[in-house]
């Protein structure tokens, strides 16, 4: 029974080892994977060129003109929407049509080193790209 435990170890051992060499976890690298991201996106490209070269983001925020009332006086001001994830289909009918919609940006976070945002026009159009602040802001740790 400890022979059949101890093969059964063994194999185990063999096969996250195999995994980890051949399987290509351990050249994964996060970081260096979101720094190419953030380094592929140019602004004057279009949100689906940007999600062709950096691929899909995990978040997206709206932008939208709202009216407020400042200092007694009433101003059009720019509020982002609550983030929510980013699925295509159901972006493009959220950009559809809004003439409030004020721009949007796609957030990226890659790891605690590779966190950035694209900024974009009403019109879909990139705007710029900005690092997103991460725990390694806080801790002072990012290169």
Not at 34 to 48: E, L, Y
Not at 83 to 98: I, M, S, W
Not at 113 to 141: C, H, R, W
């Amino acid at each position: 029974m400890v022979k059949v435990i101890v093969r059964v170890i063994v194999v185990g051992l063999i096969a996250v080892g195999a995994a980890y060499f051949f399987g290509g976890t351990r050249n994964f690298d996060p970081t260096a994977q979101g720094q190419q991201a953030k380094a592929a996106v140019q602004p004057g490209m279009t949100w689906q060129q940007v999600v062709d070269a950096a691929g899909k983001p995990q978040k997206v925020r709206i932008a939208h003109r709202v009216t407020k009332k400042i200092a007694g006086e009433e101003q059009e001001v720019i509020e982002e929407a609550a983030p929510f994830r980013f699925e295509r289909e159901l972006f493009e009918n959220t950009l559809t049509g809004d003439s409030k919609q004020a721009g949007f940006r796609f957030m990226y976070n890659f790891s605690g080193q590779a966190a950035f945002s694209v900024y974009f026009d009403p019109n879909g159009i990139a705007e710029g790209v900005s690092d997103d602040k991460t725990m390694a802001d806080l801790l002072d740790t990012r290169r």
